[in-house]
C-alpha cells in the first residue's frame, strides 16, 4: 500500500480532478518568484512510517488556513517542509520510498493571491465561449481537493501499518502442486534453447504482419512466393557452379587406362629416367623437356585430372586449383619449359638442376604439403 502512496506523491503537477486544465496542473507555468526561492533546505529527510504519518496530519491543518486566510504568512511554502524519504518494509535493508511535496508548494505560492474574476465574453465570442471553453478550477477548490488528497494518503499509511497475513494455507497448497508430478522433472531452458524461441518468435511475428499487410495489398503475397522461389534457384545454381568447380580438380575414377598419347600413358619414372640420360649426355634442353613431363604424369597418375592428350601445358596449370599448394611449383616449371622447350632459349646444368627440384617435389609431394602449411 506504502508503495501506491509514493506513486501518488511523486506526481509532477497537481492533478486533482478530471476538469483540471492543463494550466493548472502545470507548476512551473504558475508558480511565483517567491515559491521558486522559497525552498527547504535539504531536500528530504528519513522518516519512519509513523514520522510520515505525521507530517500528514501537520500538512492538512496548513492547507486549510491558507485557504481560509489567502496570505503570505498562511501560505508560506516553507510550511510544508521538506520531502519523506520513507522504508516501505521494517527490514534493516528495506527498500526505500522519496515522497516528495513540491505540488503542494506550488499550490500554496498560488494560493498567496486572491482567485481572479473570469473575464466577460464579449457579444460576439459567447457561442464560442459556450461551446469550446471548459470551466477551468479555481485555486480554492484546488485547495479542497488537497484536503482530500491529504486525508486520502493518510488513510493508505494506516492501511500500509496493518500486517499482512501469512497465507500459510495458500502457500502449504502451491508447494503440493510443484512437487507432483507435472512439476517433478521441470529444468531451466538453455541458452540455445533460449535463442531460438526468440528467433521462432521473430518469424512468427515477421509473417503476421506480412499476413496483415497482405490483406491490404493483395500484390505483397506473389512478390514473396516469387521471391522465395527466385532465392531457391539462385542458391541452386551457386551451389552447382560451386560442385563443378571442385569435379574439375577431384580424383576422377576411370574404367580403363589412360588414352594413348597422354602423358600419364607412361610411368612418370621412364619420364625422369629419360631426363636423367639427357643430362648425362649434356641435352640440357631435352632433359627439361623430359622433367616437365615426369612431373605431369605423375600428378595426372594422381588422378589430379582426368586424362587427356590435347591439352597445352597452360590448361594443365588452369586445372589445379588456386589454394593447391602445387600451383606455384608448377607454375614455375611450366613456364621454365615453355621459354627452353617451345622459346627455343639455350639451357645449361642450372637450369635443368632447378627444374628437376621443382619435379622432385611435385613428384613427392612436398610441395603440397608446403602450400598447405603456408
Not at 505560492?109 to 486572491?114: H, L, R, T, V, Y
Not at 521441470?186 to 518468435?201: D, F, M, S, Y
Not at 505483397?220 to 552447382?240: D, E, R
Request: aromatic content about 6%; overall charge positive; hydrophobic content about 40%.
Amino acid at each position: 500500500m506504502l508503495a501506491i502512496v509514493g506513486a501518488r506523491a511523486d506526481s509532477q503537477a497537481v492533478p486533482f480532478t478530471e476538469a483540471t486544465t492543463p494550466a493548472q496542473a502545470t507548476p512551473s507555468t504558475q508558480a511565483t518568484p517567491a515559491a521558486q526561492t522559497a525552498q527547504p533546505t535539504k531536500a528530504w529527510r528519513d522518516s519512519s512510517l509513523e514520522e510520515y504519518r505525521n507530517h500528514l496530519l501537520a500538512l492538512t491543518p496548513i492547507v486549510e488556513a491558507c485557504a481560509k486566510a489567502r496570505d503570505l504568512k498562511a501560505c508560506d511554502p516553507m510550511l510544508v517542509g521538506p520531502d519523506d524519504r520513507v522504508p516501505l518494509g521494517s527490514g534493516a535493508n528495506a527498500e526505500q520510498r522519496l515522497i516528495r511535496y513540491g505540488w503542494l508548494r506550488v499550490l500554496l505560492s498560488q494560493a498567496q493571491e486572491k482567485d481572479a474574476a473570469e473575464p466577460k465574453p464579449t457579444s460576439g465570442s459567447r457561442t464560442l465561449v459556450k461551446i469550446a471553453r471548459t470551466p477551468r478550477r479555481t485555486t480554492s477548490e484546488l485547495l479542497q481537493d488537497a484536503e482530500v488528497r491529504l486525508a486520502h494518503d493518510l488513510a493508505q499509511t494506516d492501511a500500509a501499518a496493518a500486517a499482512l497475513p501469512a497465507h500459510a494455507q495458500e502457500r502449504d497448497s502451491l508447494n503440493k502442486v510443484l512437487a507432483g508430478r507435472d512439476f517433478r522433472n521441470l529444468e531451466e531452458g538453455t541458452a540455445r534453447q533460449t535463442i531460438l524461441e526468440k528467433i521462432g518468435n521473430w518469424i512468427n511475428r515477421f509473417f503476421d504482419a506480412v499476413g496483415r499487410l497482405g490483406s491490404h495489398s493483395a500484390w505483397i503475397g506473389p512478390v514473396i512466393l516469387w521471391g522465395l522461389l527466385g532465392a531457391v534457384c539462385v542458391g541452386l545454381v551457386w551451389g552447382l557452379l560451386q560442385l563443378e568447380r571442385r569435379w574439375r580438380i577431384r580424383l576422377v575414377p576411370e574404367s580403363g587406362g589412360p588414352a594413348a598419347g597422354a602423358a600419364s600413358a607412361r610411368d612418370w619414372q621412364l619420364w625422369l629416367a629419360d631426363a636423367r640420360r639427357a643430362a648425362a649426355a649434356g641435352e640440357w634442353r631435352e632433359a627439361i623437356h623430359f622433367v616437365y613431363w615426369a612431373s605431369i604424369s605423375r600428378l595426372e597418375s594422381k588422378r589430379l585430372w582426368p586424362a587427356d592428350r590435347a591439352r597445352t601445358p597452360r590448361e594443365y596449370l588452369a586445372l589445379v586449383a588456386p589454394e593447391d599448394g602445387r600451383r606455384a611449383g608448377l607454375a614455375t616449371l611450366t613456364g621454365s619449359f615453355e621459354r627452353f622447350w617451345y622459346g627455343g632459349r639455350h639451357a645449361g646444368e642450372g637450369d635443368y638442376r632447378a627444374a628437376e627440384q621443382l619435379a622432385d617435389s611435385l613428384i613427392s609431394g612436398s610441395a603440397a604439403q608446403t602450400g598447405g602449411g603456408q
